[in-house]
Structure formats: structure tokens, C-alpha cells
């Protein structure tokens, strides 16, 4: 089956930017969705296709891609940016699952 | 309003058996696939199991494969998932969702040990 790697952590500062990657082969074929998860709580949808957003999500969250890398930005991160995010995509081994990243720890400083 | 409740979560012995069921409202059940993910304790999400808008197709992460089973009844809109000989690295919270991930319940833990 396909895997998707994230770097463990990475911090910003209060209404800085950053830049969260996700890597794998399926993502030549699939495009990435990406989700946040806080503490105790179910994983939310941020990012899904191109670079869309589902309603409430606010617009300081973008995502792209290149090759075999997917890219979740946060444009002025808030302190409720603070989570966990994790990637995912279609399982390019054609058993028809999905594939999640490792996780992306993010603290915002 | 879109509602995932999962229930059937519990402690289980080793080599035991357990059911879990996810209750849909608010949406066309019989319309979208609907998957099982599972989060093990401080660890990732991983993906367990997906079925098909009427049930015809399966399919299973290769760890669960031959002792998970998938279903869905769209009379009672509800997803089940039964669990078989269970070890304790199926140890996790199990969340349900529907097709596209914007849904998901808020999780059933699952706690195998002797």
C-alpha cells in the first residue's frame, strides 16, 4: 500500500506563516485533502482537491501540489491553529483505501 | 444536520469479538460509501475499512483483512463494523465517515486486554 510521509512538528509564530508537506508517490495520481485534529476530538476536513475549502473553514488555509508532494499552508496562523494535521489521499496500490500521512504536530508560538 | 454516532466500543479480551455500529441522520445514507478509520492511542489515523453506496464492495486495510467485516443496512441507516480475533495493537478509537470526509462520528474506543 501507498505511504504518505510528514515531517513530525513545526512551529510558527502567532500570525506568521507556515508550511506543512506531505510526500508520497500517490500523490502523482490523487490529489491530497488535509485534516486538523485537536486533542479528544475527531479529525476535520480543511482542504480537499485542487485547493478547496469546505464551508466554515476560514481562508488563512491553502493547499497545493507538486509531484509527488502536497502542501497545507496556514497564512496567519491563530493560536486554534494548534493541532495535529494529517494528509490524505487515494491509495495509489489499486485496493481502493485511502492512505493517511503520519501527522504534522503544529504549535503556535 | 449531518450526524455520525458510533457505538459498540469496549474492553475485549484477546482473540475476542466485538461489533460496532454507526448510526447516519440528516443525509441520504443509501446514497455515499462510508469508511472506518482507526486512531491507536497518542498514534496516527489509519485507514480500516470501506463499503460501497449499497453495500456490494468492501474493502480492508491489509492489518484487519480476514478478521473485520464491513456492513451497512440502508433500511436502518446504520454502518457496522465486526471485529474477530482481536489483538491488542487493534487497541484505538474507531471513527466512522462518510465519503469525502467532511463527516465524521465522535469515535468508539476499543480496549483489548486480558
Known amino acids: 500500500s501507498s505511504e504518505l510521509t510528514q515531517d513530525p512538528a513545526v512551529s510558527v509564530a502567532l500570525g506568521q506563516t507556515v508550511r506543512i508537506t506531505c510526500q508520497g508517490d500517490?500523490?502523482?495520481?490523487?490529489?491530497a485533502s488535509w485534516y486538523q485534529q485537536k486533542p479528544g476530538q475527531a479529525p476535520v476536513l480543511v482542504i480537499y482537491?485542487?485547493?478547496n475549502r469546505p464551508s466554515g473553514i476560514p481562508d488563512r488555509f491553502s493547499g497545493s501540489s507538486s509531484g509527488n508532494t502536497a502542501s497545507l499552508t496556514i497564512t496567519g496562523a491563530q493560536a486554534e491553529d494548534e493541532a495535529d494535521y494529517y494528509c490524505n489521499s487515494r491509495d495509489s496500490s489499486g485496493n481502493h483505501l485511502e492512505v493517511f500521512g503520519t501527522g504534522t504536530k503544529v504549535t503556535v508560538l | 444536520e449531518v450526524q455520525l454516532v458510533e457505538s459498540g466500543g469496549g474492553l475485549v479480551q484477546p482473540g475476542g469479538s466485538l461489533r460496532l455500529s454507526c448510526a447516519a441522520s440528516?443525509?441520504?445514507?443509501?446514497?455515499?460509501?462510508m469508511h472506518w478509520v482507526r486512531q491507536a492511542p497518542g498514534k496516527g489515523l489509519e485507514y480500516v475499512s470501506a463499503i460501497s453506496s449499497n453495500g456490494g464492495s468492501t474493502y480492508y486495510a491489509n492489518s484487519v483483512k480476514g478478521r473485520f467485516t464491513i456492513s451497512r443496512d440502508n433500511s436502518k441507516n446504520t454502518l457496522y463494523l465486526q471485529m474477530g480475533s482481536l489483538r491488542a495493537e487493534d487497541m484505538a478509537v474507531y471513527y466512522c465517515?462518510?465519503?469525502?470526509?467532511?463527516?465524521w462520528g465522535q469515535g468508539t474506543l476499543v480496549t483489548v486486554s486480558s
Open positions: 500517490s500523490l502523482r495520481s490523487y490529489y
Open positions: 440528516g443525509f441520504t445514507f443509501s446514497s455515499y460509501a
Open positions: 482537491g485542487k485547493n
Open positions: 465517515a462518510r465519503e469525502g470526509g467532511f463527516y
